[in-house]
């Protein structure tokens, strides 16, 4: 029996208990901490584990307060709300029930109910472990209490012991005879004389949920028919008669109860619960009426948790929260796993937010439409919310969700509000409130309500227990109240709401007016002031002086004091997006531009543009057509910034969305009534005076789009006198909310097309001039000459309305062109872009042209680029899309070419060598140079530069070097021709470039692969003292490729000699046709060739040539054993020189950025190229003496 009664005691623990976390950037809002009423009952009685708002029956106010672990079996209090002690309510339990003696434990004021919430009335008290003794066995059924409006005369609801005692076979077994009725109440205002009970561990802990009437005591339970053991249905309950749509035949709504069931069950024995939700969690919604003429009903809607063990269900409420007229549902799931983490923990708690759907049908939908009215399938109706980052403390179970409770319009913004607790978080507690809003939407809390934020006389703990009041209004003062319970330190608070104010911003000129000029040049002169501001500015800058107004208006239309005034800090930026001003919040300004149905007629045969080309033009250049004088930037001010977002403090950043910077000022809010804002009063002199001042500067007068309103955004922070400790008259304290502050102030221009629709008609007309050859304009890199582009624009306006904000702009390279500063109609808007105004406004049948000049900047040779682009736009301002005839975009694509005079030339020292003899012994027998050959050749090949004030960024000379013989074309090698024997040398003068460093070393780089394939393979001792010349140094050498688009360079070895017979002025007149000659080349398939690279780098007239000098001998032996026949052997070495530059190359006339340069074969092509040639003579001295 005592087992049973522990088990028992577990099982009430864990209804009781729950959980708890976080670091939070939540302000206070109107839940006062500063003069809480704090009640406080006996040690250790869990006082404060249910609340309950209520007037006495002698008018009084205040609360009823549950403790029920004080004394045996709990008790109840009654605390008046400004007094600091209470009274406990009398009740003799042994005496009002059929409670066995000595039985102890009934937890009297476990829960609390009343269908007269802010008014007098009866009360309902449930004890959950009530006992009931019979003769055989002792049942736990327990039970409600009704007391009267003087809370007294208690009477015992039979309903609870009738159900338990009539569970079959009771007799036989312990676990039926746990019923815990009361564990859960409630009465809806709409029935008051219907209570409903939950009663969580009926039937091995299924649960169950019970309506009786307390006149006739007729009841209805839910069937526990597919309820699993353990579930423990009826943890939490609450009712609504807005769920569904009236039955047909009924005009009234019918009455909804849902259950919590947030228990484990042991089993998932049926198929009632979708196995993979097993164990997360349930709440069932019910008719509160009989099912068919029966007693048990079954449920209507079935939602399940999402994550096994959360506890969803654990605690619930039904609430309007987007005032849409049907209630929506909170479902709490204390131990739902977030995906945040503390001390390496996951985070745990949650609150489940189903809005209800009616409102996505035509027409409302009754409870036999199988409509899923709460469901997970539909994301815009569901929500889940986790505890966010709060100064509380930090625990990885806090208990988010162990509680819900409704408070009514809090802030009187037209919108339920609610509060979910947190009683385990560290330091005590935590209470989170969030508000309604016309989306449903949540995010962050509007208030954090910590244990520690209190002052209390015993620290608090599990604060957030309980919540209560639902609404009432205990203080009278027209806003609701709000109980929190510490149950852990038998603690209550009672907190107070205080007054709210909303805070308005206005911006009018110095006279109270709202309209700007439409002449901006008639402003003031501040061109002096508007040297301190970055950025492009026009050469004479106007300003204006504003006024910028702050007031504060009860929100319930209340009269207050002219004459007091709340000091506020003051954020402005022009223009900004709408995050800023929302922070991704349900906020919207009430000031709006308007919106107009577009009523313009188009031509067919026009260009009509739609988007809005100022507005993107600001954009794309960063620009803020007005700065604020002082105004500093977003990165300048971050850290002042951040302060303004109350709600998402990351919004901020989006102030970098838009150009322009901030200014903060200094200023106070005083008092308007909410008639002179309905009657749109105008502000009189002693109220204009008494606003900051500001002063403006319009960046270009020309670039202002009078089309549109001036936007400027407003951030506030008030600084409301806060209440002392214990203060009686909260009314006194009013505070605005610090998350509604923000507002877009916008002011119009005096134009017609600021009041009505305006539909701008343009013809557009470009004209450019500019230096054009065969494949269109051109500019030339190096050219003496002048050159420049030149760009005009005419804009007619060929409509009947005016055009505003015209102008031209063009972006250029800045490197390549220098806008013309003897042209003053343009300016520079940044160091890439130009701009330059036509006639503003434009008016129908006017024509206006503005013009554009670049100097070219032809000494900028080092641009790699074949072409390069000018863009241009007109700018016309319109929130209406613009028909143009013509373009209002103009594409300029520019070639760049150089004109170069470069010539190629080499020579041979000497260049006839004569050889005769036998075939020598092998390269084996060969030590040194001089027994390849005779005589050493020197070839040199020259690069010069011939056109003045011409340099050539980069250049190559191929090199076609004869290293072998072709000889037997199927071997791999050849018979040596032409041995290098070291690497060749650079003749040359160092080009100083400005800004840049000069070295010792040359310019030009030969690729290293080639050369060590043809210098000196055998290693052969060089004679280096027989080098001629002191002049130059040895080439550096790096790995360089032939590039990619080049086919293979020689053609197909040859093994056919072909003879012919020598001129005239060589041959004997005797033996004229014995001698014969033959040219050997890269290029007819008689010597195996190999390509040297070489980078001459910058070639310019100014520097002089580059000379590359050669050494080599001629491999006699290869002479002997295939020439000595041949009378001459002629051999052509031959080089090419390309210009390594993406922009054309002029070479005397040809266009060689086109055209393609071939050796003699096709085999070789390079671009931008020109050849040169060496002659180089052999003669047999057996073939001369013959």
Not at 303 to 324: A, C, K, P, V, Y
Not at 429 to 444: D, M, N, R, T
Not at 713 to 741: C, R
Not at 758 to 773: G, H, I, L, M, Q
């Amino acid at each position: 029996m005592h087992t049973g009664f522990n088990w028992i005691i577990v099982s009430i623990v864990i209804l009781i208990h729950g959980f708890g976390e976080y670091i939070s950037l939540v302000n206070g809002f109107n839940i006062d901490l500063k003069s809480p009423l704090l009640k406080t009952g006996p040690d250790g009685s869990s006082f404060g584990f249910s609340l309950l708002g209520y007037t006495h029956y002698s008018g009084q106010k205040g609360v009823v307060i549950g403790s029920p672990t004080e004394g045996n079996n709990g008790g109840l209090f009654w605390c008046p709300l400004l007094r600091s002690t209470c009274s406990r309510i009398d009740i003799d339990l042994e005496k009002e029930t059929h409670m066995q003696p000595g039985l102890n434990g009934a937890l009297l004021g476990y829960s609390m109910s009343s269908a007269f919430n802010n008014s007098r009335g009866p009360i309902t008290v449930c004890a959950p472990r009530l006992s009931w003794s019979s003769a055989a066995s002792v049942y736990l059924p327990g039970g409600c209490f009704e007391f009267n409006e003087r809370l007294e005369e208690p009477q015992l609801n039979p309903a609870p012991s009738a159900i338990c005692l009539n569970v079959k076979d009771s007799d036989k077994s312990i676990d039926l005879r746990y019923c815990t009725f009361g564990a859960s109440v409630n009465q809806h205002p709409n029935r008051p004389k219907q209570l409903f009970m939950g009663g969580p561990h009926f039937y091995f802990e299924k649960g169950v949920g019970a309506s009786v009437n307390t006149n006739t005591f007729e009841r209805v339970i839910t069937s526990i028919e597919d309820i699993p053991s353990n579930t423990l249905l009826g943890s939490s309950l609450d009712t609504t008669d807005r769920l569904y749509a009236p039955l047909p035949g009924l005009k009234s709504h019918e009455l909804y109860v849902a259950y919590g069931g947030p228990g484990v069950p042991s089993s998932a024995v049926n198929s009632f619960t979708d196995k993979t939700k097993f164990g997360t969690g349930i709440v069932l919604i019910f008719q509160s009426n009989k099912q068919n003429g029966r007693n048990n009903i079954k449920p209507l809607m079935k939602i399940e948790g999402q994550s096994f063990g959360s506890r969803f269900g654990h605690s619930l409420i039904f609430l309007d929260i987007n005032g849409d007229g049907w209630d929506d549902l909170i479902v709490g799931a204390p131990y739902q796993y977030s995906n945040t983490t503390v001390g390496g923990h996951r985070r745990h708690g949650a609150v489940f937010i189903f809005l209800n759907r009616q409102s996505y049908f035509h027409t409302p939908v009754d409870e036999v439409s199988g409509v899923e009215l709460f469901s997970y399938n539909y994301p815009e109706t569901f929500q889940i919310i986790t505890p966010p980052s709060h100064n509380c403390g930090n625990s990885h179970i806090p208990g988010f969700g162990a509680t819900v409770t409704k408070l009514g319009d809090i802030n009187h913004d037209g919108f339920q509000d609610f509060a979910v607790g947190a009683p385990y978080e560290d330091n005590g507690g935590a209470v989170y409130i969030y508000h309604g809003s016309k989306s449903g939407k949540l995010q962050k809390p509007t208030q954090i309500i910590c244990a520690n934020d209190l002052q209390s006389p015993r620290p608090l703990e599990g604060f957030g227990f309980s919540l209560g009041l639902n609404g009432a209004d205990l203080d009278e003062n027209g806003y609701p109240d709000m109980a929190i319970g510490a149950a852990l330190s038998s603690s209550v608070a009672v907190l107070r709401a205080r007054p709210v104010v909303k805070l308005r911003a206005y911006l009018t000129l110095m006279d109270g007016s709202t309209t700007l000029p439409s002449s901006l040049n008639s402003l003031v002169d501040c061109t002096h002031e508007a040297q301190s501001i970055t950025g492009y500015k026009a050469p004479s800058a106007k300003c204006i002086d504003m006024k910028l107004i702050l007031t504060y208006t009860s929100v319930d239309g209340k009269s207050c004091s002219p004459h007091k005034t709340y000091p506020v800090s003051i954020l402005l930026k022009y223009n900004p997006t709408n995050e800023w001003i929302t922070e991704g919040w349900d906020q919207t300004s009430e000031n709006h531009s308007p919106n107009y149905e577009s009523k313009c007629t188009y031509n067919q045969y026009s260009t009509i543009i739609s988007k809005n080309i100022m507005k993107e033009f600001y954009k794309n250049y960063t620009l803020s057509p007005i700065v604020f004088i002082r105004e500093k930037s977003l990165s300048d001010s971050e850290m002042i910034v951040k302060d303004y977002f109350k709600r998402n403090e990351s919004a901020y950043l989006t102030g970098y969305d838009s150009p322009g910077g901030y200014l903060q000022l200094e200023g106070n809010a005083f008092c308007r009534d909410l008639h002179k804002i309905k009657e749109n009063i105008p502000f009189n002199q002693d109220e204009l005076n008494s606003a900051s001042t500001l002063r403006i500067i319009f960046r270009d007068t020309y670039l202002i789009d009078q089309t549109d309103r001036l936007k400027i955004g407003v951030k506030w922070i008030a600084k409301m006198t806060e209440p002392y400790p214990l203060a009686d008259q909260i009314d006194e304290y009013p505070v605005a909310d610090p998350h509604a502050n923000t507002e877009l102030l916008q002011i119009s221009f005096d134009n017609p097309c600021a009041i009505r629709q305006c539909c701008p008609t343009v013809r557009v007309s470009y004209n450019v001039k500019v230096t054009r050859d065969k494949n269109g304009p051109v500019v030339y890199v190096g050219d003496d000459n002048n050159q420049t582009i030149e760009l005009s624009v005419r804009v007619t306006n060929i409509g009947n309305d005016l055009v505003y904000a015209t102008g031209l702009v063009s972006n250029f390279l800045p490197n390549l062109l220098e806008l013309d500063s003897t042209l003053k109609e343009a300016s520079l808007i940044q160091p890439d872009t130009a701009i330059c105004h036509l006639q503003y406004p434009l008016a129908s049948g006017e024509s206006s042209e503005c013009m554009i000049r670049w100097l070219v900047i032809g000494h900028q040779l080092a641009v790699q680029m074949a072409k390069f682009h000018v863009n241009s736009t007109v700018l016309i301002s319109s929130n209406n899309p613009i028909q143009v005839e013509g373009q209002l975009n103009n594409e300029l694509q520019v070639n760049i070419k150089m004109i170069v005079n470069v010539s190629v030339f080499g020579t041979t020292e000497p260049n006839t060598i004569y050889f005769s003899g036998n075939v020598s012994d092998g390269i084996s027998s060969m030590t040194a140079e001089n027994q390849i050959g005779d005589v050493r050749i020197v070839g040199k090949f020259t690069v010069r530069n011939l056109r003045k004030h011409s340099l050539i960024p980069a250049s190559r000379l191929i090199i076609d070097w004869p290293f072998e013989f072709a000889g037997l074309i199927n071997e791999p090698h050849g018979k040596y021709l032409l041995y290098l024997l070291e690497n060749p040398y650079v003749i040359q003068h160092a080009l100083t470039i400005p800004g840049q460093t000069v070295d010792n070393e040359t310019s030009v780089v030969c690729d290293s692969k080639a050369l060590q394939k043809v210098v000196n393979p055998h290693n052969f001792r060089i004679f280096s003292r027989l080098r001629k010349s002191n002049d130059g140094v040895p080439v550096r050498t790096a790995s360089i490729n032939i590039p990619s688009d080049n086919p293979s360079p020689y053609p197909p070895l040859s093994d056919k000699m072909i003879l012919e017979p020598v001129p005239d002025r060589l041959a004997d007149s005797k033996k004229l046709v014995d001698r014969k000659m033959t040219t050997i080349s890269c290029y007819n398939g008689r010597i195996r060739c190999v390509p040297i690279i070489c980078d001459l780098g910058k070639l310019s007239y100014k520097a002089g040539p580059i000379t590359l000098e050669f050494i080599a001998r001629l491999w006699e032996n290869t002479m002997r054993e295939d020439f000595l026949k041949v009378f001459l052997t002629k051999l052509h070495l031959t080089a090419t020189w390309k210009a390594d530059v993406k922009y054309g190359i002029d070479l005397g006339g040809s266009d060689y950025a086109q055209d393609t340069c071939f050796k003699k074969s096709s085999y070789y092509k390079l671009t931008n190229c020109i050849s040169g040639i060496i002659n180089y003579e052999m003669v047999s001295i057996s073939q001369l003496y013959r």
